[in-house]
C-alpha cells in the first residue's frame, strides 16, 4: 500500500446513519452513568463502615436462604443407566 493510498483511506469519511450515532452516544452515556454510581456508592461505603458490615450480614442471610433451595433438576436413575452387571 502507497503512502497517497493509505492517506486516502484515512480521509474518506464514514457514513453513519443519525440512529447509530446516537445509539452510541446513549451507550457511552449509560456506560458513563454506571461508573460513576459504582465509584459514589463505593465511596459511601467505605465512609461508612457500619452500614457495610450490616449489608454483608444481610447478604451472608440472603446466600445462606438462596443455597438451601433446591433446583428442580432431572437426575436419572443410575441403576437403570448402568450397562447389565451382575
Known amino acids: 500500500m502507497t503512502l497517497d493510498c493509505a492517506v486516502r483511506r ?10 447509530v450515532s446516537l445509539l452510541a452516544l446513549a451507550a457511552l452515556l449509560a456506560m458513563t452513568c454506571v461508573l ?11 465512609r461508612l463502615p457500619a452500614l457495610r458490615r450490616r449489608l454483608l450480614d444481610a447478604s451472608s442471610v440472603t446466600l445462606a436462604s438462596w443455597r438451601s433451595v ?3 433438576i432431572h ?10 452387571r451382575v
Open 10 to 19: 484515512v480521509n474518506a469519511s464514514v457514513s453513519l446513519s443519525p440512529f
Open 36 to 46: 460513576l454510581l459504582a465509584l459514589v456508592a463505593m465511596i459511601f461505603l467505605i
Open 70 to 72: 433446591s433446583l428442580p
Open 75 to 84: 437426575r436419572p436413575n443410575l441403576t437403570l443407566l448402568s450397562i447389565s
